[in-house]
């Protein structure tokens, strides 16, 4: 596609249910990237993926997070026994190469937990 | 993990002024990134750069990789450039230029 795009870009869910998020990424790029934006608390990095390996998970906030991207495209963030802290704005980005650099961001996903 | 610190933290111009941003960062690094979010809009990267100075229309970011401090500046500001801007780094160590620490963001108000 043109861009980056991501889906659902809201969802509502109980506490205690699990969530899927899905990141579509601009076609050939190689480097796929994860965020969160807390409200009142900015934009942290989560996870970030080299073709369909991620080398570095270390800032997945729990082990309820789990992400996967197969193809070399689509990437999937699950959260499992979601919580209220979890609420956020999940963006997603992806850029050409790892070290290419410039970043192309998606529009995000709210996920509200009641 | 690299410290990452803007300021302002609030900014509020009239039209035509000449803006500055600036951010500091704890670790030496190999890029540097500015963002721009507009209110509930996505974020838009604007520059990407590791030396020098790079210009976009009315945008110009400068990095100074020994002093370990970014500028970015708006000249002939308008309404429209109101929006958050956000200054992020790579992690300490790390290979890939997304994988970031940001900075909190500074909130640019522009009067007509």
């Known amino acids: 596609g043109a861009g980056v795009s991501q889906s659902p870009s809201n969802k509502v869910t109980e506490k205690g249910k699990d969530v899927e998020l899905r990141c579509d990424p601009i076609s050939g790029h190689t480097a796929l990237y994860w965020y969160r934006q807390s409200l009142g608390q900015g934009l942290e990095f989560l996870i970030y993926?080299?073709?369909?390996?991620?080398?570095?998970k270390s800032g997945l906030p729990s082990d309820r997070f789990s992400a996967e991207r197969t193809g070399g495209s689509v990437s999937t963030l699950t959260i499992q026994r979601t919580q209220q802290e979890d609420s956020a704005v999940y963006l997603c980005a992806s850029s050409l190469h790892l070290s290419t650099g410039e970043l192309f961001f998606g529009e995000g996903s709210r996920l509200t937990v009641l | 993990k690299n410290e990452v610190e803007q300021s302002p933290q609030n900014l509020t111009a009239q039209e035509g002024e000449f803006i500055t941003i600036n951010c500091s960062y704890s670790v030496g690094i190999s890029a540097l990134h500015w963002l721009q979010q507009h209110p509930g809009g996505g974020i838009v990267s604007l520059f990407m750069l590791s030396s020098g100075k790079k210009k976009h229309g009315r945008l110009i970011a400068t990095i100074n990789i020994q002093e370990k401090h970014s500028s970015l500046h708006i000249t002939a500001s308008h309404p429209r450039d109101s929006a958050v801007y956000i200054c992020a780094v790579p992690n300490a160590g790390g290979t890939s230029y997304g994988k970031l620490t940001f900075g909190q963001g500074t909130i640019l108000t522009v009067h007509p």
């Open positions: 993926f080299q073709g369909n390996s991620a080398p570095d």
